[in-house]
Nanobody
Framework: QVQVAESGGGSVQAGGSLRLSCGAS????????IGWFRQAPGKEREAVAS????????FYADSVKGRFTISQDNAKNTVSLQMDSLKIEDTAMYYC????????????????????WGQGTQVTVYP
């Protein structure tokens, strides 16, 4: 059974930085996708970024391009989301997810079919 575990998050002043981490276990595949979604109160869940493990290709939502960086860590099966130049509108619950097939645009459009989801971690950006 595939599971994901996320860490990081917290509160930061606008313009600051935070880092989220996520690891997936249970895959026998050599390559799969890990990514992040976020959901703010009263808004729909949106895809933020995703990356192929051992494939390296990254995908970003337009709203975070140039500010967020997703990368695979040395532990190979963990992924970090470095969030810089944070804005108040980045405030949301952030969820890690993993899938053995979908990534990038399909990670977003097929989110109801993804293999596993984390519990979520809160990111709050204040003025």
């Amino acid at each position: 059974q595939v599971q994901v575990a996320e860490s990081g998050g917290g509160s930061v002043q606008a313009g600051g930085s935070l880092r989220l981490s996520c690891g997936a276990s249970g895959y026998t595949l050599s390559s799969y996708c890990i990514g992040w979604f976020r959901q703010a109160p009263g808004k729909e869940r949106e895809a933020v970024a995703s990356i192929y493990i051992n494939g390296g290709r990254e995908f970003y939502a337009d709203s975070v391009k140039g500010r967020f960086t997703i990368s695979q860590d040395n532990a190979k099966n963990t992924v970090s989301l470095q969030m810089d130049s944070l804005k108040i509108e980045d405030t949301a619950m952030y969820y890690c997810a993993a899938d053995g097939f979908f990534c990038g645009p399909s990670f977003a459009t097929r989110q109801d079919e993804l293999d596993a989801w984390g519990q979520g971690t809160q990111v709050t950006v204040y003025p």
